[in-house]
């Protein structure tokens, strides 16, 4: 159980990475505070439990604020009857902020991490054009149902994409749920920690209830190459719905789609306070097998989550591992009415 003093408990751990002098506000930093190693022991009157300052959503080009109700359907047209929805990816480097202070040189999917979050209907036709502008080979692996040569894996098909190299994968959009599609290019696990991933919903034909949709995509960084992460988060910026909740209305069908694109540790998980939720593993079935406050995932596990908040106020949710809601993965929904 995680309490008020959650994230001045973590500061120890977060401030060694993060350049602070000069950066405390609300006079809660005195000479005293810091001891010679100029960890502090706390941020005891602090505006708020977590980082100090803000990571600037211009800077990095993306909000996790925004992305969260970000879904990207991208353009449809008629082939003979059939729906082809078609999309286009770059790979690009670029360094990101990922906690105030903290940069990370990441390579992305259109500039962002996660990459956009790519919404189809069940038996579409898809293309996804994508161009390599990075310095380095990638690829684009999708999970779903389709033949080998888009796949998206080196040595088969069209293999690794080269800078400045292209490919348009396509196939059917099947089955419905919720997926994900990362680069799959080796070191394997270097190139999805690095930012090349993203959430990847297929609707079922006859659609799912009306309901304010959020996209959840938990992630981590390892920002001193240990193969270990330093920071964790959903959607990159380590504490971004404990600075700003996620504003949701009371009484309402609230739908997540809660995607682990973690490396390096084997286990996530997301739990929500005083409340319960539906949970739909991998979405590809209409009945939820779990009425719960806590779920599981492994590496590359997903869920398609529904709750409603019956009172107004401020709910917590976070990694049920400890460490990682102490080092970023952590927020709030307030519910109004
Ligand atoms: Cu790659």
Redesign the pocket.
């Given at each position: 159980m995680l309490g008020g003093s959650l994230a001045a408990a973590s500061l120890p751990v977060a401030h060694a990475l993060i350049p602070h002098e000069g950066l405390h506000g609300q006079g809660a930093a005195s000479a005293s505070e810091h001891g010679s190693n100029g960890a502090a022991p706390g941020h005891a009157g602090a505006a708020h439990r977590g980082l100090v300052g803000s990571v600037d959503p211009a800077v990095n080009g993306f909000d996790p604020a925004r992305t969260v109700r970000d879904f990207d359907e991208g353009r449809t047209r008629r082939v003979g009857g059939r729906l082809v929805r078609e999309w286009d990816l770059m790979?690009e480097d670029k360094e990101i902020e990922v906690a105030p202070g903290v940069k990370y040189a990441a390579?992305t999917y259109n500039g962002r991490v996660p990459g956009p979050t790519l919404r189809a209907t069940e038996g579409e036709r898809l293309r996804i054009n994508f161009v390599n502008g990075?310095d380095?080979?990638?690829?684009v692996h999708f999970h779903g149902i389709h033949r080998d040569i888009h796949d998206g894996i080196p040595g088969v098909g069209p293999g690794n994409i080269e800078p400045g190299g292209s490919f348009t994968y396509e196939f059917d959009a099947e089955p419905f749920g919720l997926h994900l599609y990362h680069?799959?290019?080796t070191p394997l696990a270097d190139?999805?920690a690095?930012g090349?991933y993203g959430a990847f919903i297929i609707d079922p034909r006859g659609g799912r209830p009306d309901a304010d949709e959020l996209v959840m995509v938990q992630n981590g960084f390892d920002t001193n190459f240990d193969r270990e992460n330093e920071i964790y988060a959903v959607n990159t910026v380590a504490f971004a719905y404990e600075q700003q909740p996620i504003r949701v209305k009371r009484g309402e069908l609230v739908r997540i789609y809660l995607v682990n694109m973690l490396e390096f540790d084997l286990l996530n998980s997301f739990h929500i306070h005083a409340n319960f939720f539906d949970r739909y593993p991998t979405g590809t079935r209409l009945e939820p097998t779990d009425f719960t406050d806590t779920v599981t995932q492994g590496q590359g596990q997903r869920d398609i989550l529904e709750l409603r908040f019956p009172y107004t106020g401020k709910y917590m949710f976070h990694a049920h591992v400890s460490e990682f809601a102490e080092l970023g993965w952590m927020g709030f929904f307030e519910v109004v009415d």
């Open positions: 790979a390579w990075s380095h080979p990638h690829t680069c799959h290019s190139h999805i690095k090349l």
